[in-house]
């Protein structure tokens, strides 16, 4: 069974950088195919990046395109979603999913995965 710790949620002015860290247990990353979503105070939870499991494709959501970059850490068993240059509407909980499951066309859609993290939650003020 796998299981998803996220961690560094915090509060950050703008412009300023975080670093979330999703740690894997019960799975190899090298092999799952993690990715991070976001959901803000009323709204859907939104695709953010993802890291796929084979060749380490990134993708990611237009609005965090070249601020955010993920990565995974294999010694580790994490999966890292670096954020500079944040703004107030990258503000809300942040939650990363995972499958073992090799997905395309899905990747962005949070129906794709299976097993998710309880969230960390990211505060940008203005």
């Known amino acids: 069974q796998v299981q998803l710790v996220e961690s560094g949620g915090g509060l950050v002015q703008t412009g300023g950088s975080l670093r979330l860290s999703c740690a894997v247990s019960?799975?190899?990353?090298?092999?799952?195919?993690v990715a991070w979503f976001r959901q803000a105070p009323g709204k859907e939870r939104e695709f953010v990046a993802a890291?796929?499991?084979?060749?380490?494709?990134?993708y990611y959501a237009d609005s965090v395109k070249g601020r955010f970059t993920v990565s995974r850490d294999n010694s580790k068993n994490t999966v890292d979603l670096q954020m500079n240059i944040l703004k107030p509407e990258d503000t809300g909980d942040y939650y990363c999913?995972?499958?073992?499951?090799?997905?395309?066309?899905?990747?962005?859609?949070?129906?794709?995965?299976?097993?998710w993290g309880r969230g960390t939650q990211v505060t940008v003020s203005s």
């Open positions: 019960g799975g190899t990353v090298s092999r799952t195919t």
């Open positions: 890291l796929r499991r084979n060749g380490g494709y990134q």
């Open positions: 999913a995972a499958t073992a499951t090799e997905i395309l066309s899905t990747i962005r859609r949070a129906t794709a995965y299976n097993y």
